[in-house]
């Protein structure tokens, strides 16, 4: 499987694929920060991680920053320092920093449900997981407006070269 990335947005399918109605309302805080992305794959499943990829180390493929969400609180997440990886997010942006913190603090049965559901396979919604990660996709590509990270878009080449 792929690395699914998503922000944490009312909106997101990954969100509301794996994150039940009853606790998506007590969510208090959403992610309006751009610099960062959250992220699911598989390898690691042990401790039900969730990723942080900053724009940075946008295509690294090991020691990416993370929280464990199985036996974990929030309250083990309350500093950058104590994520694993952090150093790779020095880079971010105070106020990137600072919303990951929030979010995690103030949302965590969200995030413990969704790593929980993801990893077990068990979608909240009607969706497959594959049906999840196939809107993701489409809504990551979609909101694209140009370059990400360090790559070119789908519709950017698209358009590059007159074709779609």
């Known amino acids: 499987m792929a690395a699914i990335l998503f922000k944490f947005e009312q909106d997101d399918p990954v969100v509301t694929g794996y994150v039940s109605t009853a606790v998506l309302s007590t969510v208090t805080s959403w992610q309006t920060n751009d610099d ?39 309250s083990d997440y309350d500093a950058i320092g104590k994520f694993a990886n952090d150093d790779r997010l020095d880079t971010l942006p105070l106020l990137a920093k600072n919303e990951i913190l929030r979010l995690v603090r103030d949302n965590w049965e969200a995030f413990s449900e969704l790593a929980l559901n993801f990893w077990n396979d068990t979608p909240v919604s009607t969706k497959t997981k594959e049906e999840i990660e196939q809107e993701a996709w489409v809504k990551a590509e979609t909101s694209d407006t140009g370059q990400h990270y360090d790559e070119i878009s789908k519709n950017q080449f698209k358009r590059m070269y007159g074709i779609g």
């Not at 724009?55 to 609180?73: C, V």
């Open 36 to 74: 960062y992305d959250f992220e699911l794959h598989s390898g690691h499943l042990t401790g039900y991680p969730i990723y942080i990829r900053g724009q940075l180390y946008a295509r690294a493929t090991s020691n990416i920053p993370k929280f464990d969400t199985l036996n974990k609180q929030a």
